[in-house]
């Protein structure tokens, strides 16, 4: 099994995990967990669903260069995360300037890998 398959399945477990605290936070009063906005809180449980099945299928589907994949995975992982933890800490990514930057380059980082990821699918037929 590859690294980006292992990496994706760990976290669809995140985002299965996360989706468990959501069902069960449905009637709970707002603030539950300390959430102040559910709504990130369900995009991190999106985002770990979706990265997750994009590094399972890369990593089974096509061959990419390792660095590529470290890339994927590292921005995915912070992508996700960050993205869930904006529930408990929303004006987090605007308090500095290098928290921005750390997300800006997450991003950025996530759709070049995947973008070379693409281009090294078309080498490796």
């Known amino acids: 099994m590859t690294l980006a398959t292992q990496a994706g399945l760990v976290l669809l477990s995140i985002g299965g995990l996360s989706g468990m605290m959501l069902y069960v936070g449905i009637d709970k ?3 539950w967990l300390g959430i102040r906005q559910m709504s990130r809180f369900r995009q991190g449980h999106v985002d770990a669903l979706v990265i997750g099945t994009i590094l399972v299928v890369l990593g089974t589907l096509t061959w990419i260069p390792q660095p590529v994949v470290w890339v994927l ?11 869930g933890a904006l529930a408990w800490w929303p004006d987090w990514p605007t308090r500095t300037r290098l928290a921005w930057w750390l ?21 490796s037929i």
Do not use: K, M, R
Request: glycine letters at 8%; a negative charge; aromatic letters at 20%.
């Open 103 to 123: 997300d800006f380059c997450s991003l950025s980082s996530f759709a070049l890998g995947l973008c070379a990821a693409a281009i090294f699918s078309f080498f």
């Open 73 to 83: 995975v590292a921005s995915g992982y912070y992508t996700s995360i960050a993205t």
């Open 29 to 31: 009063p707002s603030g």
